[in-house]
């Protein structure tokens, strides 16, 4: 079963605390008006609308922040904007023609698992505009070719190029490290995964280079590693995070938004004294149980780029540009968080130290490869 929502502004809890139409392809409420809740008629005829991954939009983390783009870009536009939250990939289809039915202008669709949907929904109704995120659309279901061109022309992929900033957070994790051991486990082994877990290793790499160290790095070779099979945050979750953690890790970086909570179990189950990194969203604000074990988090700007993507569709209109976006640190599509608690724990120069390199990934100097950027 599916939720469909007609969103008019306000939080995402707020949100999930309202009642939700449910079923497959059900229709959404149609009571409501513009951005302020109803009040007014909206100013806009343009309608954006949203389908989320089997994750949920109250994942804290990446389905939410790409709600929170659209949601944003609804209420700057003075409309309303509506939501399709999906239990299972057999829902993907039927969420995206249940929109497709709406009317819908433009559709974001969050994840590469939405990616043969949405090619199927955008080669069948050429006037709407996709945003597809994750994925390129151009030649496979689970991201791994980027040619520059979707196959279909009325998609625009958002890709974020997540191994650079996971590579400095990769730097700052070994550098914190006590017991010589970092970790990193993911849900499934998609690109959109293993990309933190190749920038997280190649960043101890350079550190053990740079300081003649040898941190090691468990749940991930660069090739093969450590995954869950799902993105529940389940009782695999936490067994996985245990794995590490009896490897005598002191960090880890679960990758695969609700799994971070199988860590958080397993952390505490220990009794030792371990940190974790956060992904895609700043976990330590968006999850407040966090707080005391959240080193740093790798950040996907999924939030704006969503927004620019909508406020694009919605004011160029024929113009719109459907040339995939790429973030990066340059660009700031991705980036970490501050450290937060953890910020009188680091050493005093690591922050120095990571603008450097944060500067020589962008100019080059300091080679991190991903399957968007490969050696």
């Given at each position: 079963?599916?939720?469909?929502?007609?969103?008019?502004?306000?939080?995402?809890?707020?949100?999930?605390?309202t009642?939700?139409?449910?079923?497959?392809?059900?229709?959404?409420?149609?009571s409501?008006?513009?951005s302020?809740?109803?009040?007014?008629?909206?100013?806009?005829?343009?309608?954006?609308?949203?389908?989320?991954?089997?994750?949920?939009?109250?994942?804290?983390?990446?389905?939410?922040?790409?709600?929170?783009g659209?949601q944003?870009?609804?209420d700057?536009?003075?409309?309303?904007?509506?939501?399709v939250e999906?239990?299972?990939?057999?829902?993907?289809a039927?969420?995206?023609?249940?929109?497709?039915?709406e009317?819908?202008?433009?559709i974001?669709?969050?994840?590469?698992a939405?990616a043969?949907?949405?090619?199927?929904?955008?080669?069948?109704?050429?006037?709407?505009?996709?945003?597809?995120?994750?994925?390129?659309?151009?030649?496979?279901?689970?991201?791994?070719t980027?040619?520059?061109?979707?196959d279909?022309?009325?998609?625009?992929?958002?890709?974020?190029?997540t191994a650079?900033?996971?590579?400095?957070?990769?730097?700052a994790?070994a550098?914190?490290?006590?017991?010589?051991?970092?970790g990193?486990?993911?849900?499934?082994?998609?690109?959109?995964?293993?990309?933190?877990?190749?920038?997280?290793?190649?960043?101890?790499?350079?550190?053990?280079?740079?300081?003649?160290?040898?941190?090691k790095?468990?749940?991930?070779?660069?090739?093969?590693?450590?995954?869950?099979?799902g993105?529940?945050?389940?009782?695999?979750?936490?067994?996985t995070?245990k794995?590490?953690?009896?490897?005598?890790?002191d960090?880890?970086?679960?990758?695969?938004?609700?799994?971070y909570?199988?860590?958080?179990?397993?952390i505490?189950?220990s009794?030792?004294?371990?940190a974790m990194?956060?992904?895609?969203?700043?976990?330590?604000?968006?999850?407040?149980?966090t707080?005391?074990?959240?080193?740093?988090?790798?950040?996907k700007?999924?939030?704006?780029?969503t927004?620019?993507?909508i406020?694009s569709?919605?004011?160029?209109?024929?113009?719109?540009?459907?040339?995939?976006?790429?973030?990066?640190l340059?660009?700031?599509?991705?980036?970490?968080a501050?450290?937060?608690?953890f910020?009188?724990?680091?050493?005093p120069?690591?922050?120095?130290?990571?603008?450097?390199?944060?500067?020589?990934?962008?100019?080059?100097?300091?080679?991190?490869?991903?399957?968007?950027?490969?050696?």
């Amino acid at each position: 079963m599916n939720k469909l929502r007609k969103a008019a502004g306000g939080s995402v809890a707020a949100l999930l605390a309202t009642a939700l139409l449910a079923g497959c392809g059900s229709a959404p409420d149609e009571s409501g008006g513009g951005s302020d809740g109803g009040s007014t008629p909206a100013a806009s005829d343009f309608l954006p609308c949203i389908v989320s991954d089997a994750g949920g939009f109250d994942d804290k983390s990446f389905n939410q922040l790409s709600y929170e783009g659209v949601q944003q870009a609804a209420d700057e536009l003075g409309t309303d904007f509506k939501a399709v939250e999906s239990n299972s990939e057999n829902d993907y289809a039927p969420n995206i023609d249940s929109l497709v039915s709406e009317g819908c202008d433009a559709i974001v669709t969050v994840g590469f698992a939405l990616a043969a949907a949405t090619k199927e929904a955008a080669a069948a109704n050429p006037d709407i505009k996709f945003v597809l995120i994750d994925d390129a659309a151009d030649g496979g279901d689970d991201g791994q070719t980027f040619d520059g061109k979707a196959d279909e022309p009325n998609i625009k992929p958002l890709l974020y190029d997540t191994a650079q900033a996971a590579f400095l957070a990769g730097y700052a994790s070994a550098d914190y490290s006590k017991t010589g051991v970092v970790g990193t486990y993911g849900g499934m082994p998609f690109p959109t995964v293993t990309i933190f877990m190749d920038g997280f290793k190649q960043g101890v790499d350079y550190y053990n280079q740079e300081n003649g160290k040898s941190v090691k790095v468990v749940g991930w070779d660069g090739k093969n590693g450590l995954f869950t099979g799902g993105f529940e945050a389940n009782e695999k979750a936490t067994n996985t995070a245990k794995q590490i953690i009896d490897q005598d890790a002191d960090v880890i970086l679960p990758v695969g938004g609700p799994i971070y909570q199988g860590a958080l179990t397993a952390i505490a189950d220990s009794g030792k004294d371990i940190a974790m990194l956060g992904v895609d969203a700043d976990v330590f604000e968006t999850d407040p149980n966090t707080q005391d074990v959240i080193l740093t988090s790798v950040l996907k700007n999924m939030k704006i780029s969503t927004y620019e993507a909508i406020m694009s569709a919605a004011k160029d209109g024929d113009n719109f540009d459907f040339t995939p976006y790429v973030g990066t640190l340059e660009n700031d599509g991705v980036g970490i968080a501050p450290f937060h608690n953890f910020e009188s724990k680091v050493n005093p120069d690591l922050q120095g130290k990571l603008d450097e390199i944060k500067a020589g990934i962008i100019d080059g100097s300091i080679p991190v490869n991903s399957y968007l950027n490969p050696a």
